[in-house]
């Protein structure tokens, strides 16, 4: 650690040197086959799993907004265009925004990732065959490769996110009816559909030696899953080539590390070479959109983790994201709530006082006809999030701040910035493919 503390510009007995991770290398990341990344790269941009096929993984994850939808609070289902452009189909307009802030994908594949989802409702678990937990129960979790295979079970089931409304297709009819796994559940409609198809046939006869009536939907998840790891890993940022003594910071992201790793206080929690700790705290986050709720419940409040594990003492508590990267994935916090990530390092600084000093401008929310602002609007709630916080407040001036910016701007990694396989131009569903205005797209192959 000696070395590298002095490469950094952090001596031994410097407040933080301790706290500097270790490089990343390849014996954190598993080993990758190719041929599955690229099955994974075709059916991540295919609107073929949503109900409705217009929406596909990459609409709220595109590499081009981040790995993220540059909104606040997402359209799913019922949207029409990409990112911040992303507005309501007037033929059939979505019933609420996406409860939570689409969050980047950058080294989920890593062996080092324990939990997933800002409330953690995945998580390793030793004691279960299958590896990890989820809400699910165990019955719907074998034949997941792990937990970055595991989340995809969500997305496909969520009314909002790519099911579509009840009532209105195949797929959002049985998710209504608890139809979930087993012959002519959701899983098996979506399998089917794919199967159907004799782009995905070839592919899964090669990569997996499956035939069509052997294709199941956790093969496609699988498959999603290694893409997702092998095209978004990120390890090659200057923060990276600085931690390997290969190169140097400028003297403010110099500045912003010392910070980050000292008085700043940021690293207590933006541990490891991840930059988190993968544990839950209550930070005083802006709640804005929905809220998440039962269908038969009508609030808008978000208690994180507490909804996980029913305990008030993790009420308002949410999953610490890595920093891989931060600068691409605005908007920031559960909610979304801040396009300016000096602002949302303002309100980190003093969680109470942000809260209360909120400026609604920083959120990017397309007009809906949705009430965006229930819970800010109502003082017990507001009250009950700020109750919440145990961090002191850390005095940050404007020039910590913007070392601080520099230095997580050093986190910004231009391989996986652009992605490694790319955006295809089709794919074998023949569906459009979500493209920003002028992206550069790759073929099919």
């Known amino acids: 650690m000696r070395w590298i503390a ?12 301790d ?36 929406v596909s993984c990459a609409t709220c994850h595109h590499p081009h907004l981040g790995t993220s939808d540059g909104l606040s609070v997402g359209i799913g289902d019922g949207g029409q265009g990409l990112g911040p452009h992303r507005v309501s189909d007037p033929d059939n307009p979505p019933e ?39 809400p699910m129960g165990r019955e719907m979790e074998q034949g997941f490769d792990g937990l970055l295979s595991a989340q995809t079970m969500f997305p496909v089931l969520s009314a ?3 099911a579509g409304h ?8 049985v998710v209504r009816s608890g139809r979930i796994t087993g012959p002519d559940g959701a899983w098996d409609l979506l399998a089917r559909r794919v199967a159907a198809l004799p782009g995905y046939q070839r592919r899964f006869a090669t990569v997996y030696g499956l035939g069509p009536d052997e294709i199941h939907f956790t093969d496609i998840s699988n498959a999603i ?12 940022s200057p923060f990276d ?22 008085a700043g206080g940021c690293a207590d929690c933006h541990s490891g070479p991840l930059l ?45 994201p890595s920093l891989r990267n931060v600068a691409l994935t605005a908007p920031y916090g559960h909610a979304g709530a801040y396009a300016d990530l000096a602002a949302y390092l303002r309100h980190h600084a003093d969680p109470v006082a942000g809260l209360e000093d909120y400026d609604r401008d920083q959120a990017v929310l397309p007009k809906l006809g949705v009430a965006d602002w229930r819970i800010l609007e109502d003082t017990a709630e507001v009250d009950a999030i700020a109750g919440a916080v145990t961090r002191a407040p850390v005095d940050l001036e404007q020039t910590d701040v913007a070392a601080l910016v520099a230095f997580l701007e050093a986190l910004t990694d231009p391989v996986a910035r652009t992605g490694r396989l790319g955006v295809p131009e089709a794919v074998p569903s023949g569906l459009p493919v979500a493209q920003p205005l002028s992206a550069a797209t790759s073929p099919v192959d």
């Open 225 to 236: 899953a290694v893409f997702m790891a092998h095209e978004w890993r990120s390890d090659t």
């Open 241 to 262: 080539a600085y931690l390997r003594g290969q190169g140097r910071l400028s003297e403010r992201a110099m500045t912003g590390l010392r910070l980050f790793y000292g």
């Open 96 to 134: 609420q925004r996406i409860p939570r802030n689409a969050p980047g994908l950058f080294n989920l594949g890593a062996k080092q990732v324990r939990v997933l989802f800002y409330d953690g409702r995945i998580e390793r678990d030793e004691t279960s065959p299958s590896g990890f937990r989820t």
């Open 166 to 173: 009840y009532g209105e297709n195949a797929i959002s009819k």
């Open 6 to 17: 002095i490469v950094l510009g952090l001596w031994p007995g410097m407040a933080g040197a």
């Open 276 to 320: 988190t700790d993968q544990r839950f705290h209550a930070m005083g986050d802006v709640q804005i959109g929905p809220g998440k709720a039962a269908r038969f419940e009508r609030h808008a409040r978000d208690i994180g983790r507490m909804r996980v594990t029913g305990d008030p003492n993790h009420a308002y508590a949410f999953r610490t």
């Open 160 to 162: 909002d996110e790519m």
């Open 19 to 54: 706290d500097l991770p270790s490089p990343l290398s390849d014996t954190d990341f598993p080993a990758v086959d190719i041929g599955e990344a690229r099955l994974g790269r075709l059916l991540f941009y295919d609107p073929i799993l949503s109900g409705n096929k217009k």
